[in-house]
Structure formats: structure tokens, C-alpha cells
């Protein structure tokens, strides 16, 4: 069973900055990959970042230059910096954890909410 924490979501205006945090804990044995999704009200969920245990990194299109994804692998924790928010953003956003062992886990969602 894996745990995931996580943190930093609100309410913020457009242009603003948001930093999420995603906190794994549990029988977790190796970690292959980390990342965010997100679901806008009426709207399917959407990979919004990935990091693999490696480094590599994968965003949709729609964040490129804006957010940044990074892991602490010592910490099992993986963040998201979120800059020059848009109204396009809000969503609840999902930590994913995936493992080698081709099981995956999510978190329960914080909300992301930019005002225009």
C-alpha cells in the first residue's frame, strides 16, 4: 500500500505562483515515475507533468515554460512549481506515483483555483 500527501493548492490570481508538494510513504520499493494531472470542472483528467526516477521530464503543452516539475528521490517527493498561472489552470490536481512494479497510486486531489 502507498500513501500519497499532498499539499500547496489554493486560491490564487491570475499571474500568480503556486508550488504543490506530493509526499509518498509506504511500501513503496521503487518509484519509476512522478507526476501531476489535473481535472477542470466538465473536463476529462489531463497529464499535466511527469519526472521519471532518471530526471526525465514531460509536460503538456499547455504548461511548457510556465510549470516545472522536480523530485526529492531520498524523500520520495515530488513538486510542482506552478508560474504565470492562467484561469485555464483551475483544477483539482492529482499526484501520481508509479512503480517498476506496474502498480500505480493517486493522491486525493487539492484544488488550484486562479482568479482572473
Known amino acids: 500500500q502507498v500513501q500519497l500527501v499532498e499539499s500547496g493548492g489554493g486560491l490564487v490570481q491570475a499571474g500568480g505562483s503556486l508550488r504543490l508538494s506530493c509526499a509518498a510513504s509506504g511500501s513503496i520499493f521503487s518509484i519509476r515515475s512522478m507526476g501531476w494531472y489535473r481535472q477542470a470542472p466538465g473536463k476529462q483528467r489531463e497529464l499535466v507533468a511527469a519526472i521519471t526516477d532518471t530526471g526525465r521530464t514531460n509536460y503538456a503543452d499547455s504548461v511548457k515554460g510556465r510549470f516545472t516539475i522536480s523530485r526529492d528521490n531520498a524523500k520520495n517527493t515530488v513538486y510542482l512549481q506552478m508560474n504565470s498561472l492562467r484561469p485555464e489552470d483551475t483544477g483539482v490536481y492529482y499526484c501520481?506515483?508509479?512503480?517498476?512494479?506496474?502498480?500505480?497510486?493517486w493522491g486525493k486531489g487539492t484544488l488550484v483555483t486562479v482568479s482572473s
Open positions: 501520481n506515483v508509479y512503480l517498476f512494479q506496474g502498480m500505480d497510486y
